[in-house]
C-alpha cells in the first residue's frame, strides 16, 4: 500500500505540473528577475546598473523611471549569457522621496530588484512586481526590509525552479520511509546551503552554463534508479539516497548561487540577504515537500490500482523531460 501511495502520488504531482512544464520548457529554469543598482559616487551622483533577462536575442522591454528632476549620461550597453546590462550615471541630487516607477512591468511576468546605496553607508531595496511597479524611495531603510525581500524571493526561485523540484520529487520517491525521507532532504539542504554560500561570498568560482547541464542530469540519474530499483536492482541511490542526495545537492547550491548572483546582493547587507535567501530556498522546498506528502496521505486512501508499466510513468516522465534539458544545456556550451 505504501508503494501504492508513493505511484499515484507521483502521478498526481506530475499531473499537476505538466502545464507548467510545457510552459517552461523552453526556459527550463526559474524565472529571473531584473536588477537596478544605483551607488552614490559623489553628492547626488549615481552610477547606475540597468540588468535586464534575455532569452536568446529577446530581451524584456522595461525602464526604470523617477519622477523627480534627473540628468542621466549617455548608457553603454554590454550582453552577457542571459541577460543585457546598461550603465549610466545618474545626476539626482534629490533622489530620496522620488517614486520609482519601472515602465513596461506590469505587462511582463517576471520582478525588479532595486538597490540603492548612498555615500553615508545606508542602503535600500526593494522588490517591484507587475502588479506594483512603483514605489516611493524611502528616507532610510532597514536591515529587516532587506531581510524580507530576499526570503521572499528564495521562496520564489525554489517554486519556480522546476528542474530543483523534480529533483526534490524523485528523491521523495526514491526515498522509503520517514527516517530515509528525513535523512535525504537534510542531506540535501546542508549540501545545497554549503555550495550556496561558498560561491556567493566568492570563495569557489564554479562556470553556470555546465553547473545547470549537470543539475538536468542528476535529475535523469535519479530518475533511472528509481525505474532501475523497480526492476530489482537497488544500487547506491536506493541503497542511501542520502548520499545521493548530498552529493548532487552540492551541485544544485551553485545553481541557486548562480541565480542570486544574476539577481544581485546588496554591499551593504551580504550576509543578511544570503542567509535569509537560503531561509526562503528551505521554507519553499518544505511547502513542496509538505504538499507532496499530504498527496501521499490521500493516495492511501483512494483503491486506485495501476497496471506495472503505469507505475512507472513519472519516473519516465522526468527523466524524458530532464534528459531534454540536459540536450538543450549542453548546446549552450
Not at 523611471?65 to 550615471?89: C, D, Y
Request: charge should be neutral.
Amino acid at each position: 500500500m505504501r508503494r501504492l501511495a508513493v505511484i499515484c502520488c507521483a502521478a498526481l504531482v506530475v499531473g499537476w505540473l505538466l502545464p507548467l512544464l510545457v510552459a517552461a520548457a523552453a526556459m527550463a529554469h526559474e524565472v529571473r528577475p531584473a536588477y537596478l543598482e544605483l551607488r552614490e559616487r559623489a553628492p547626488g551622483e549615481f552610477s547606475v546598473m540597468w540588468k535586464v533577462p534575455m532569452r536568446g536575442e529577446m530581451r524584456l522591454a522595461l525602464r526604470p523611471v523617477f519622477s523627480g528632476g534627473s540628468n542621466a549620461s549617455l548608457r553603454t550597453v554590454h550582453i552577457v549569457p542571459g541577460a543585457a546590462i546598461e550603465t549610466w550615471t545618474l545626476n539626482a541630487p534629490a533622489l530620496r522621496g522620488q517614486m520609482l516607477t519601472i515602465a513596461g512591468l506590469e505587462a511582463t511576468m517576471t520582478d525588479v530588484l532595486a538597490h540603492i546605496e548612498y555615500l553615508d553607508g545606508s542602503a535600500w531595496t526593494q522588490r517591484l512586481t507587475p502588479s506594483e511597479p512603483s514605489t516611493t524611495i524611502p528616507v532610510a531603510e532597514s536591515a529587516l526590509k532587506v531581510a524580507g525581500v530576499y526570503l521572499v524571493l528564495g521562496i520564489e526561485h525554489i517554486l519556480f525552479g522546476i528542474d530543483h523540484l523534480l529533483f526534490v520529487f524523485a528523491l521523495l520517491m526514491l526515498a522509503h520511509g520517514i527516517r530515509p525521507l528525513v535523512k535525504t532532504i537534510t542531506a540535501f539542504t546542508i549540501a545545497h546551503s554549503i555550495t550556496l554560500a561558498l560561491a556567493t561570498l566568492g570563495l569557489v568560482h564554479v562556470p553556470q552554463t555546465p553547473v545547470e547541464a549537470v543539475i538536468a542530469l542528476s535529475i535523469v540519474f535519479v530518475a533511472a534508479e528509481i525505474i532501475r530499483r523497480d526492476h530489482g536492482y537497488h544500487g547506491i541511490a536506493a541503497q542511501a539516497p542520502w548520499f545521493v542526495a548530498f552529493g548532487f545537492g552540492l551541485l544544485h547550491g551553485f545553481g541557486f548561487a548562480g541565480a542570486l548572483s544574476e539577481t544581485g546582493l546588496p554591499t551593504t547587507h551580504i550576509p543578511l540577504a544570503l542567509l535569509f535567501f537560503n531561509l526562503g530556498v528551505e521554507i519553499g522546498q518544505l511547502l513542496f515537500v509538505t504538499a507532496v506528502l499530504a498527496l501521499a496521505a490521500v493516495a492511501r486512501r483512494l483503491p486506485l490500482p495501476l497496471p506495472a508499466w503505469g507505475q512507472r510513468i513519472p519516473a519516465y516522465a522526468i527523466g524524458s523531460l530532464a534528459m531534454f534539458w540536459t540536450m538543450q544545456r549542453l548546446a549552450m556550451f
